[in-house]
């Protein structure tokens, strides 16, 4: 069952957006720096007024502005929209205790001084944060202030909980705990949760909204958008090559008149937008074109060489390919050679975009 929905337009920001988010269901915001991830976050959190739109919680009408036909204009203000929104930073008070600082919201929400710090005391269990109760956040690490800022936010029972980048802050080596905790408490919860992290996205998230430029750009199951990518950025995230162009009944034609052929996965005609997805250790590296099966040859400019496991990815303007150690000796790899990419033809599924 649908809980919350959204229609948004902010003119100057060049948004405009439209999803939902189900009664129980974890939705990841992914996309690149400025497509407007933070800007819906703003705008559901009320401390943005959109041009044009409107949204709902359940019953409750969060905005509706800017509508032709609307009778009058509404806006919520933020304390009155039962939406939480948990930023990069803790940003805890400093003066009060953990406890005190999760017993904040139902306090003010007009609980007794008694049942707030009962609702505390039980939402910092729930993060496993109990022996913390009594420390102010200077006596905090970064992995302990941003437990009891989760659970500050759920002290609430917010209908909707907004995350911005939770694990962004944090040190690698804290975040796949606090992560694990987020995919206990966030169950049975309505969540919008924005993040540049992969892990974020198929741990916690049921379903992937992908942003660009203002606009959703892909929207389903997490499974599916990762493991069938129509856009560059939900490529680039999943790991996987792609090119984007025209289906010519033999493959993928891009803009620039590459030609990627491969095996389609679903129907697509001749003049259908298409995309070409593989893996970069399905790419072969040469100095000269190969021979034998079918493959698509590419001529490519190396850009960039990086550590990748136990591999190393060579970055191209477009497109990735993963050798050994090894070969990047063998064929005197750097920026700025020229080399060619080759991957068989089986290794590419195409579907429609």
Not at 294 to 305: G, K, Q
Request: avoid cysteine; aromatic fraction near 4%.
């Amino acid at each position: 069952m649908t809980v919350f929905e959204l229609s948004a337009t902010v003119r100057h920001r060049g948004l405009h957006v439209a999803f939902s988010v189900g009664e129980h269901e974890v939705v990841a915001l992914l996309g690149p720096n400025g497509a407007g991830k933070s800007t819906v976050l703003s705008v559901v959190a009320g401390l943005l007024r959109p041009d044009v739109g409107h949204a709902t919680l359940g019953e409750r009408v969060l905005f509706d502005v800017g509508r032709p036909g609307a009778s009058q204009a509404s806006f919520l203000p933020a304390h009155r929209r039962s939406v939480a929104l948990l930023a990069q930073q803790p940003l805890l008070f400093p003066h009060l205790t953990a406890r005190d600082n999760v017993a904040f919201g139902p306090r003010s929400a007009g609980r007794s001084r008694a049942e707030s710090r009962a609702i505390a005391t039980r939402w910092l269990a729930e993060v496993d944060a109990t022996q913390l109760a009594h420390r102010r956040p200077a006596q905090l690490s970064g992995g302990q202030a941003q437990r009891v800022a989760v659970a500050r936010a759920l002290a609430t029972d917010p209908g909707l909980l907004l995350m911005d980048e939770p694990m962004a802050a944090l040190d690698v080596a804290v975040a796949p705990t606090l992560r694990q905790m987020l995919r206990r408490v966030l169950a049975d919860r309505a969540v919008v949760i924005v993040t540049h992290d992969v892990l974020d996205a198929l741990l916690l998230a049921d379903r992937v909204i992908v942003l660009e430029n203002g606009h959703v750009v892909e929207d389903g199951p997490t499974s599916q958008v990762l493991a069938r990518p129509r856009s560059a950025f939900a490529a680039q995230i999943a790991g996987l090559n792609m090119v984007r162009g025209t289906y010519d009944g033999r493959g993928v034609r891009n803009p620039d008149g590459l030609l990627i052929e491969g095996l389609t996965e679903d129907r697509v005609d001749p003049g259908d937008s298409a995309v070409a997805v593989f893996r970069p250790s399905a790419v072969g590296v040469y100095t000269r074109p190969p021979g034998g099966s079918p493959r698509n040859v590419i001529d490519v400019t190396v850009t960039e060489l990086e550590p990748h496991g136990d591999q190393i990815r060579v970055r191209t303007a477009e497109l990735s390919a993963d050798v050994t150690a090894g070969a990047v000796a063998d064929l005197d790899l750097a920026p700025a050679r020229r080399v060619v990419f080759a991957v068989k033809a089986n290794e590419v599924a195409i579907y429609r975009s």
